[in-house]
């Protein structure tokens, strides 16, 4: 399974985010049909996936959890308090940051 980034298809996405909510950074990135939004806050990662077109595979939600764990400093995030939140169309990743 091959992320593009392709945030700046994304812009408006992005710029409410930012506006809205406490993020940082965000990144969008595309696996197929899978759209994935990558967020970096204060306390807290948050990597959310979303698929309208049938249910996300739980290798697919591995994989892209081990890329973005791998991505990020490990030592800031608390991934022993990791939570997930799982639906047919979506999977929703919070990942606390060791303080």
Known sequence: ??????????SRLVLQQLENTDAEMVKVYTAGDTTVVYTVAPLHNEILMVNNKRNILPQEIETIKDY???KSTAKSLDTANMS???????VEISIPKAI
Not at 84 to 90: G, P, V, Y
Request: charged share 15%.
């Open 1 to 10: 399974m091959k992320l593009i980034n392709v945030t700046n298809s994304h």
């Open 68 to 70: 973005f764990l791998k």
């Open 84 to 90: 997930t939140i799982t639906n047919d169309n979506f």
